[in-house]
């Protein structure tokens, strides 16, 4: 008795194939209308044979129509097997572009995702499935990519914080002069260390979270939430001399309002951060085309246009500077990158010539939101 397996295997090798399957459509449908052509034209002549007078004419006929009974059956035969000769052709023609699609798929995987379909030929159904599923592997290439990449640079910056935990409690622990205020330093700069380490974890913890995308739609004034924010780092600002200069109007936005939220602080948080004494911010909000735009601006550093862009990547550095401070990790962009995505909402930034960066941010209206959901 074969095995469950054997017999899984059996039902699949029987089961007719697309080729097969509009092998016998096609012929079939062929087939069909032949048929009827043929019934059609007998009875046609039944008809006229039973209108003929009886004579000679009405003989050839009689004669004719029981010769008939035998050529149907004959033009039957060959036009069954012509059309399915034909049918195969036509089958595998159509699917050659689709086997070559499946081959190349089959032979993609995490390490080669640089192959691509590249399909040729008329712009078709099938012509636009290739060009769409290039796009898809492009972009899991470069998800893949981003990935191995994030990975790695997320455990340096783990294992960093613990290292240096590590040393102090040694070389605290093979001192034999150490005193209580000694041990007392070396607490507390493991506990600063500490506090690090769990700032990176909420920093990647928010960007999955981001990542995952949003679950829960609601309306909300975006305005508003970004005059909280300023209000609760103006202490902060001022402390390092800068100043925030706002315009703030009410802008309805429609997502998920925690991750906005974390979007604003961000955005004020880096603009605070990178920043430069008695520098300025500047904070607006208004509605344009019905959507919600933030935009924030701050005064530092001169940044090169082209590297702008990798300001939103996680733990990236510009030039042979590193995209952080003494209280940030390089995540805080990359977050704000990744919840304008998951709310489809366009992000733009540009570097200022005097140094600096402009963001602006525009979140979709509630009817373009629906459809995102």
Known sequence: MPSPQTAISLLRLRRPVLRMQLTLLYSGLFIGLLAAVLLATGDLIRRSAMRAPQGGAGVVQQAA????????????????????????????????????????????????????????????????????????????????????????????????????????????????????????????????????????????????????????????????????????RQADAEHQGIHIDTALTQATATGDRSLVESLLANLIDNAIRHNQAGGRVDISTTTRAGRAVVSVGNTGAVIPPDQVDRLFQPFQHVGRERIRLANGHGLGLAIVRAIATAHCATLSASARPEGGLDVEISLPAPADSRKAA
């Not at 699609?101 to 640089?114: D, P």
């Not at 920093?203 to 975006?222: H, N, Q, Y």
């Open 65 to 232: 129509s029981r010769q008939f009974d035998v050529g149907p059956a004959l033009i039957a035969l060959v036009a069954v097997a012509g059309a399915s000769v034909i049918a195969w052709w036509l089958a595998g023609r159509f699917l050659r572009p689709l086997r070559a699609m499946t081959t190349t798929a089959q032979e993609i995987s995490a390490t080669n995702l640089h192959r691509r379909l590249s399909l040729s030929g008329p712009d078709d159904e099938l012509t636009e499935l290739g060009r769409t599923l290039d796009d898809l592997f492009g972009r899991l290439e470069s998800s893949f990519e981003a990935q191995r990449h994030f990975v790695a640079n997320a455990s340096h910056e783990l294992r960093t914080p613990l290292a240096g935990q590590r040393t102090l409690l040694q070389v605290a622990l093979a001192d034999p002069e150490a005193d209580a205020q000694t041990l007392r330093s070396t607490c507390e700069q493991a506990l600063q260390l500490g506090a690090q380490q769990e700032r990176l974890i909420d920093a990647l913890l928010t960007l999955a979270t981001s990542e995952r995308g949003v679950e829960r739609w609601e309306s909300f004034d975006l305005g508003a939430l970004a005059e909280d924010i300023v209000l609760r």
